[in-house]
């Protein structure tokens, strides 16, 4: 496959997709200020070399997903066949290797604790060659999700404004949304692709265009679905991916997250259970940059008291996607 180097405009085009994913492309042109031809060739030139692809996702919280970060530990001769069985799981949406190659960390959403404990309890402690798992669950999250990455800090802030969607009306919704079976057929079309037309989501899912254009409308008000932007971090320059498991004070964990959500080089803060309560996945344009933000901006968080931290040696699936020579790849069928 050929080779795409990205440029500014590309960038810019990307950063309005993170704060839209569904906005209607010539839209995306006007506020670029460049023709809707151009803007069109150049998404479908990135999604075409698998560098970026919008997803559309349920909100684990608000739809009773139970979610959990793993670390899994396996004999260096295991480790990718382990990573590559994990990932061809529909219910684990993340797979990377770390840790000199010994190490997997996933992302599990299993839609009932009977599924997760089934995958915790007894198919990897049963899995040859496996030598320990941890689980830790996802309490909060800080970035990432429907929080959008400000990372490329490529549009400005009239762009922006442009692009936002209007806020809901009214406090958040607290109570869990059960998602029936069309709107499960729709996610299953936008779990591929975001941006999949109303014909092909009414065809999946047996509805109307008019009701499935309502019904996904709905599904975002009311923050059940939410739309990201997948990329692999090397297309934008960043050779250096990392883990981070920090350790916080109990009465510092709302700051020390949002303090790291905030930060440009964190798509992903959490805090979690165990004795780390607090992770973050940083992407760095290279190891020394990696140096730099872990001593003046990490050392500079009160609260933080340890920090680990684990270098990302591959991904195997990024939401959802497998990860292929650096691009990313729908997911295979699974096997009869």
């Known amino acids: 496959m050929e080779d795409v180097a990205l440029d500014s405009l590309d960038r810019q085009l990307i950063e309005g997709l993170m704060i839209d994913g569904r906005v ?55 480790t990718l066949a382990v990573a590559e069985a994990l990932a061809r799981r529909p219910d684990i949406a993340w797979v990377k290797l770390g840790s000199g190659g010994t190490e997997i960390h996933c992302m599990t959403k299993a839609r009932t604790r009977r599924d997760r404990d089934v995958l915790l309890l007894d198919k990897l402690p049963r899995t040859r060659r496996v030598t320990g798992v941890s689980a830790h669950t996802i309490l909060r999250t800080f970035s990432g999700g429907p929080d959008r990455w400000f990372g490329l800090d490529a549009l400005g802030p009239e762009q922006t404004a442009a692009l936002e969607r209007p806020a809901p009306q009214g406090p958040p919704p607290t109570e869990r949304y059960s998602l029936d079976d069309a709107e499960l057929a729709m996610l299953a079309v936008l779990g591929r692709d975001g941006r999949a037309g109303f014909p092909e989501l009414a065809g999946a899912s047996g509805l109307s265009e008019s009701t499935a254009r309502r019904r996904l409308d709905r599904l975002r008000e009311l923050g059940a679905v939410y739309f990201d932007v997948e990329l692999v971090p090397t297309a934008l320059g960043y050779e250096a991916e990392a883990t981070l498991l920090l350790t916080a004070e109990p009465a510092r964990l709302a700051q020390v997250g949002a303090a790291l959500g905030g930060h440009p080089e964190v798509p992903f803060a959490a805090v979690v259970t165990g004795a780390a309560n607090v992770m973050a996945v940083v992407v760095c344009r290279d190891t020394e940059a990696l140096y730099t933000y872990l001593t003046e901006r990490v050392g500079a968080v009160e609260g933080v008291r340890q920090v680990e931290v684990i270098p990302t040696l591959r991904s195997v699936k990024r939401a959802g996607m497998f990860v292929e020579d650096g691009r990313l790849v729908d997911q295979p069928p699974a096997s009869s």
């Open 24 to 78: 209607p492309l010539r839209r995306l042109a006007e506020v670029l200020g460049v023709s809707d031809q151009t803007v069109v060739r150049r998404y479908r030139r990135m999604r075409a070399a698998g560098l970026v692809r919008v997803v559309g996702l349920p909100l684990g919280r608000r739809v009773g997903l139970f979610e959990s970060w793993l670390r899994v530990q396996c004999m260096p001769d295991a």
